[in-house]
């Protein structure tokens, strides 16, 4: 006979964790055999998709004189897009995909503000991976010029999270 209490405390400990399965035999040929699969795990926090901020400022729309005007383009004329302006400076990316964090525990004082002088290796930020807590380091000397992630945000592999200027 099958003890349902122990079946449910193995259910719960395996929900708990990051384990997908589990399978257990008893010399007795009772076979038990628990899992769960990623994507039920995830569904409700994948269920809707977030909203990213914009990673610079729109360029200003171009000023027309009344004499200029939106007549001056022609029929299926196309105004030139104008181009984002360059941004210099060495870029400190996320090494893993998980939750940025801007300083060790909420309340308390950023790990860099823009502005700050960095070392390489300085604890710039926490980003949280499956639970566990990875400081980052800067790779780089320099000023922070800036800052592309908000507290508490998403961040994926390779992704932008600061600009330092070595010049700075």
Do not use: H, W
């Not at 909203?51 to 004329?77: E, K, N």
């Not at 639970?131 to 998403?154: A, H, T």
């Amino acid at each position: 006979m099958i003890d349902l209490r122990y079946v449910k405390k193995l259910i719960e400990m395996i929900d708990e964790s990051t384990v997908d399965s589990v399978e257990i035999t008893s010399d007795k040929g009772m076979k038990i055999r628990i899992s769960k699969s990623p994507q039920q795990r995830g569904a409700v926090q994948m269920a809707a998709p977030m909203a990213m901020p914009a990673m610079a400022p729109a360029a200003p729309a171009p000023r027309l004189s009344p004499a200029q005007g939106i007549a001056a383009l022609g029929d299926g004329d196309v105004a030139p897009a104008a181009e984002p302006p360059k941004s210099t400076g060495l870029e400190v990316k996320s090494p893993m995909v998980g939750t940025y964090y801007k300083s060790p525990e909420p309340g308390a004082k950023a790990y860099v503000a823009v502005g700050d002088r960095v070392a390489k290796g300085q604890i710039v930020c926490i980003i949280e991976a499956m639970k566990i807590m990875n400081e980052i380091e800067s790779e780089y000397s320099g000023v922070v010029r800036e800052i592309l992630v908000q507290d508490s945000q998403p961040v994926e592999y390779g992704q932008v999270l600061f600009k330092i200027d070595p010049n700075g």
